[in-house]
């Protein structure tokens, strides 16, 4: 078993993990991790759950959480019932947390060896791969005091590894880490002074002062204070050019609240066993971490302090003999803020394939958006670019050799795939490579779960949602009970399962679910059920096969006027010459997806006059204006400073409709919740929206379809 908690949850058990999102159970999970192997007090974990506010039943809510843990970790006695508490037997080799908590006390205890000290250090801080328990929503409380102690210690470790580099001499290779550092941390002031000293050691003593300038300026204007005087006597050393400040070989480590004193040359001192946690980190508590561009052959190792700065590490390089300055790392330079300071969107759309009729449609919406921030001033201040390569959908090759082209682009955010499974597919080298991906089309339930590294977003809705919208179109229309003929594939599963669960909460009686195999052409065993226990609705879920089902339905005496029939996006199709006419007539489906209408319709008709089907446009246009606005939000063009910012734009904050708009907040520092042509839009932890449109379609006697109505969605 392992449980990772240094980022967003995850439990790794028997070769399967599991993402760990739901409130209680993350809390339930940090608070007994907080006490380390120990039993936490049953009051303790009601604190944690509830902070200030238990409801009467929460002891007995307590032992039912546990007993959801224990399934999630897979092995019940991993929770074990002690005294008046529980506790969980696990050890640091099983637990991130613990495994970082044990190397960082190793590197600390290093002082004689600094090269074994870097080492370790780096394989601490390699644990982490976002914010600790990200995406849990712990509030306040033991689980959240535990979460932002696992924090403060990272950001502790940072500023330790830069002082440990110091004193190996790699003040040159340092420099661009510690400006992304700074950018991200502007108040922590032993940041700007070990980034002042790697830069008066590379002989850049102007722009050592420089950066002691912004950092006054940065304290001033946030706290209205001086520096310290730790900050201070450090330009004055650098001033009168002190000897003192020059590189002199490595000395022994120093605890993080010596500021200064740990990068200057002094004394072998004693180095204490313990370190004390560096301050609260309150402005890092909410950033996620962003990761500079690299390859996937230079696999890097991350730092965090509220920001990941990407280091790659050279095979051998602690071994290699030293000579007076060391070679530098073949690490990406990082702008002040992140980035290269210009926001490149890559669409990865189907121009070939059987999706290809899609294709127009979410490019021409992508570049109509990127018209539109760039006429609104860009993002950063300078103007986004725009690429575009063919995610086809019957070779895989082809949507990776897309990705492939985005890494050397230097790509920061993918709109797209359309395709669900190619998605899948482009999952890791994309993420490995810190791209953000937004999906304007994608809706299969798997999405949701799979391991993205918190980089893959889609502004269509999931096909969760469309099986919920079933059972309330059932249920409105006077229902009292419904079967379900589903296809036997994770499509149908998870549309049916929704739609189960959507009609039990309305009070329709479930009678039957039938379930049929890919490519069945046969429906005279599934349509005798029917005819069996006749229920008032039908909901059908399939491809083509849908056909054959309508056919045999006719054959029993079935048809739409007699029976209330429903379907889905995937066999939401033209009837008219397949099936006796009129048979569908009232038939309803359902299509996700906004329909483009008004000025914004008008607009895409005119860039693309020849082109009338506008499917999924709206979430494409979307999709860019998102990812144009989480850069302005995080002030970085990097991909995972998107991905980190991308639910704070779209949720929580001042309501407004435009990038025009939006971006003017954005750059005020106000919070903001943009609701765009596709209706409004608010991310969860997994990357979903919480609300879907969909289309809600009729058919009439001539057996073909058209536009009702559009229905919002909520998640439950």
């Known amino acids: 078993m392992e449980i990772r908690v240094l980022g967003p949850i995850e439990i790794r058990h028997g070769g399967r993990k599991t993402r760990l999102t739901a409130p209680k159970e993350c809390a339930l999970l940090a608070a007994l991790l907080a006490g380390s192997g120990t039993s936490v007090p049953a009051a303790r974990l009601i604190d944690a759950l509830w902070p200030g506010d238990p409801p009467p039943s929460a002891a007995h809510n307590v032992r039912l959480y546990v007993a959801r843990l224990r399934r999630r970790l897979g092995d019940g006695d991993r929770i074990v019932h002690a005294g008046q508490g529980y506790a969980l037997m696990a050890g ?8 970082f908590e044990e190397l960082l006390g190793t590197a600390r205890r290093a002082s004689g060896t600094p090269a074994d000290a870097a080492r370790l250090y780096q394989e601490a801080l390699a644990l982490w791969r976002g914010s600790a328990f990200e995406g849990a929503g712990l509030s306040s409380g033991p689980a959240r005091d535990y979460a932002v102690r696992l924090d403060e210690l990272r950001a502790a470790a940072v500023e330790e590894w830069a002082d440990v580099e110091l004193d190996l001499g790699h003040h040159r290779s340092l420099i661009s880490e510690l400006r992304g550092l700074t950018a991200a941390a502007p108040l922590r ?36 204070l001086e520096p310290g005087p730790e900050l201070r006597a450090l330009q004055s050393a650098i001033l009168s050019a002190d000897p003192a400040l020059d590189h002199a070989g490595a000395t022994h480590l120093a605890p993080a609240s010596d500021q200064v004193e740990a990068i200057r040359p002094a004394p072998a001192v004693d180095h204490p066993e313990t370190i004390r946690p560096a301050p609260a980190l309150d402005h890092l508590q909410a950033t996620r971490p962003t990761l500079v561009r690299l390859t996937r052959a230079s696999r890097p190792w991350a730092i965090a302090a509220g920001l990941v700065l990407a280091l790659t590490v050279i095979a051998g390089y602690l071994t290699l003999p030293r000579l007076e300055e060391p070679a530098p790392r073949t690490t990406p330079a990082v702008a002040e803020g992140g980035g290269d300071g210009v926001l490149t969107v890559g669409t990865l759309l189907p121009r070939t394939g059987l999706l290809y009729f899609i294709g127009s449609s979410t490019s021409n919406g992508a570049k109509l958006a990127v018209a539109d921030v760039n006429a609104a001033g860009g993002v950063l201040g300078r103007p986004v670019r725009l690429l575009d390569a063919d995610s086809g959908d019957t070779e895989p090759d082809i949507a990776t050799r897309g990705v492939a082209q985005f890494i050397d682009q230097n790509v920061d955010l993918i709109v797209g795939p359309a395709s669900n499974k190619l998605s899948l597919s482009i999952l890791d080298p994309a993420a490995d490579a810190g791209i953000a991906i937004i999906s304007p089309s994608t809706t299969a339930g798997y999405l949701s779960t799979a391991y993205d590294q918190g980089m893959y977003f889609r502004t269509s809705a999931a096909d969760t949602l469309q ?35 959507s009609l039990a909460a309305q009070g329709v009686r479930l009678l039957d679910r039938l379930v049929f195999e890919p490519g069945t052409d046969g429906f005279a065993r599934h349509v005798a059920t029917i005819a069996e226990t006749r229920p008032d609705a039908l909901v059908m879920i399939g491809y083509e096969e849908t056909v054959a089902l309508v056919r045999e339905l006719h054959e029993q005496g079935f048809t ?43 607009r895409m008709r005119a860039a693309d006059p020849g082109h009338d089907d506008l499917s999924y446009a709206a979430e494409s246009y979307d999709a860019v204006v998102l990812g144009a606005l989480a850069a302005e939000a995080a002030r970085s063009d990097l991909g995972q400073s998107i991905a980190a910012r991308l639910a704070d734009v779209s949720s929580g904050g001042r309501r407004c409709t435009s990038y025009r708009e939006c971006a003017e907040l954005a750059r005020a520092g106000v919070d903001l919740d943009y609701d765009g042509v596709s209706g409004r839009i608010e991310f969860d932890s997994n990357g979903d929206v919480r609300e879907g449109a969909f289309g809600v379609y009729a058919y009439d006697e001539s057996d073909d379809y058209e536009l009702v109505t559009t229905r919002l969605v909520r998640g439950s």
């Open 560 to 602: 739409a006027r007699n029976q209330s029939w429903y379907l889905v996006d995937a066999n939401l199709i033209h009837y008219a010459g397949e099936v006796p006419e009129g048979v569908m007539a009232g038939a309803k489906g359902t299509l996700a997806g906004a329909e483009a209408t008004g000025a914004f319709a008008a």
């Open 189 to 224: 002031e032993r940041l700007h002074a070990q980034l002042m000293l790697a830069l008066y050691r590379s002989g850049r003593q102007a722009e050592a002062l420089d950066a002691y300038q912004t950092a006054r300026r940065t304290l001033a204007v946030e706290l209205g």
């Open 92 to 99: 640091p080799e099983e637990i991130d947390a613990l495994r």
């Open 467 to 501: 099986g919920r919208l079933l059972g309330l179109l059932a249920a409105e229309d006077g229902n009292r009970t419904a079967t379900i003929v589903t296809l036997d594939d994770d499509y149908g599963a998870e549309v049916a399962d929704a739609a189960e669960r």
